[in-house]
């Protein structure tokens, strides 16, 4: 499957700060994921997107899926030290997923 | 949201022995099963698709001899990794399908496999 370029790689804040991170592609997708993966443990769902255009929220998340269907972004608003991890996209076209090479959140208190 | 569970969470086996991996819904059934490697910091790399009651669809350089997947029924797959070597070592991570008009798919928590 194809890999989607995410960015940045890296990120390493203070606690409170708000984070930002996206996603691009050469394809379009049909939805859009973001997930959150801890060490050691399996990728959890934080956010889908399923249209293009659309912007959906959870609690201090925040993530839009693009108008040209290429592209998704991120936000974390104030954010908190077990906002730690490794968050990944990952467009979906059927039902296979084609993930970020993910983005790694460290949150200094 | 619907469960899904691996076993097991580790395993460190020798070299040239076979190991299995269970992946389970626990409050679903699911159809469709896949299978994903992942490298230490490097992302999601989907080897297979699990189909329950037919054979599996195997990625591009996945060795479907190697890694023999079985979906024995709607809550159920494995994967074995047959004559495990050290560079099969890796952190392998199922997910299924549901039944929902999104595709959804919700993932396990993962098997580290090691291989001395």
């Known amino acids: 499957g194809q890999q989607l370029n995410q960015s940045p790689q890296s990120m390493f804040i203070q606690e409170g700060e708000d984070v930002s991170m996206n996603c691009t592609s050469s394809?379009?997708?049909?939805?859009w994921l973001w997930y959150k993966q801890d060490p050691g443990e399996g990728p959890v769902l934080l956010i889908a997107?399923?249209?293009?255009?659309e912007l959906t929220s959870n609690g201090r998340l925040t993530a839009q899926f693009g108008i040209t269907r290429k592209d998704s972004f991120l936000n974390i608003s104030a954010s908190i030290p077990s906002d730690v991890g490794i968050y990944f996209c990952?467009?979906?076209?059927?039902?296979?997923?084609?993930f970020g090479k993910g983005t790694s959140l460290l949150v200094t208190p | 949201g619907a469960v899904v569970s691996q076993h097991p969470s580790r395993v460190i086996c020798k070299s040239g022995t076979s190991v299995k991996i269970e992946c389970r819904s626990l409050?679903?059934?699911?159809?469709?099963m896949f299978w994903y490697r992942q490298f230490p910091k490097q992302s999601l790399m989907l080897m297979a698709t699990?189909?329950?009651?037919?054979?599996?669809?195997?990625e591009q350089g996945v060795e479907k001899d190697k890694f023999l997947i079985n979906h024995a029924s709607l809550t159920l797959s494995t994967l074995t990794v047959t004559s495990a070597h050290p560079e099969d070592s890796s952190f392998y991570i199922c997910?299924?399908?549901?039944?929902?008009?999104?595709?959804?798919?919700?993932f396990g928590p993962g098997t580290r496999l090691t291989v001395l």
């Open positions: 997910s299924a399908l549901t039944s929902s008009s999104y595709n959804e798919q919700f």
């Open positions: 394809s379009i997708f049909n939805t």
């Open positions: 997107l399923y249209k293009a255009g």
């Open positions: 990952a467009g979906q076209l059927g039902y296979a997923l084609n």
């Open positions: 409050d679903f059934q699911a159809t469709t």
């Open positions: 699990s189909n329950e009651g037919s054979k599996a669809t195997y």
